[in-house]
């Protein structure tokens, strides 16, 4: 039921902070204009459960509040790149330090877009907290939810200005509710594929 088309950009980077809504937002686009959905943060996960040696090294990061090694997630992510069988991609969570957006960038290709959910501390924590009364989610408690908060400002932050620098960003705001947040990414996504 695809409405757009997705042709003309291979790759969408979904850059935001924890708790900003980018797997959220991912559900929508993907409905609409046709996407295949990669989050590192599933991928990860996944890798966790499967209860493997790399797993449990996972694990272990993800529960404090850093970043995996660069190896392991550019690897999950080509592989399940190479085993979708598809061209176009929203790549959600990824990249989160500028080594990660230049090893995309060298291995993979140029993202046509990059979006970026901008959203504050309080709101992002407060859904977040939420979140973890049900998710089971090993970082989703106050104390992971800070260093998670850190890691963004310190690793990930440079990506976005990285971005801005190059005139592929498009900053949207994720304060509201799923729905108008959506209105505003759909509008700026349609600016750019169509
Ligand atoms: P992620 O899985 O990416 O976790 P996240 O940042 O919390 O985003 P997520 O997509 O799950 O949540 P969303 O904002 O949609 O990463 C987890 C960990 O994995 C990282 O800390 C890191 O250790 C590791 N990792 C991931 N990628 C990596 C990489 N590239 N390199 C190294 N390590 C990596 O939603 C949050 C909640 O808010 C949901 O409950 C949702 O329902 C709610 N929500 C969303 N939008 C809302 C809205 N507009 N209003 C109200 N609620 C909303």
């Known amino acids: 039921h695809k409405k757009h088309d997705c042709n003309k950009i291979e790759y969408v980077f979904i850059l935001g902070g924890p ?3 980018k797997g959220t937002q991912c559900k ?6 046709g996407y295949t ?9 996944n890798e966790v459960k499967s209860g493997t040696k790399m797993g449990k ?22 592989n399940a790149m190479r085993q979708s069988g598809c061209k176009h991609f929203l790549i959600d969570g990824y990249p989160r330090s ?12 140029h993202p ?3 979006l970026y959910l901008h959203c504050s501390t309080s709101t992002m924590e407060k859904r977040l907290l939420e979140r973890g009364k049900t998710s089971k989610r090993a970082d989703d408690n106050a104390e992971v939810i800070k260093l998670r908060f850190e890691t963004f ?3 990930s932050k ?14 949207v705001s994720a304060e509201k509710d799923p729905e108008t947040v959506y209105k505003h990414v759909k509008q700026a996504l349609l600016e750019t594929v169509e």
Do not use: W
């Not at 959905?37 to 996960?45: F, Q």
């Not at 500028?98 to 290709?109: R, S, T």
């Open 19 to 21: 708790g900003c809504g």
């Open 28 to 33: 929508h686009m993907v409905r609409d204009f």
């Open 37 to 45: 959905h990669i989050s590192t943060g599933d991928l990860l996960r």
């Open 57 to 78: 090294e996972i694990d272990e990061i993800m529960r404090s509040g850093g970043l995996v090694p660069n190896n392991i997630t550019i690897t999950l992510l080509e």
């Open 98 to 109: 500028l080594e990660q957006a230049h090893a995309f960038e060298e291995k993979i290709g």
């Open 112 to 114: 046509g877009v990059v």
């Open 153 to 155: 400002q310190k690793e």
């Open 158 to 171: 440079p990506v976005v200005d990285f971005y801005k620098g190059t005139k592929k960003l498009k900053e």
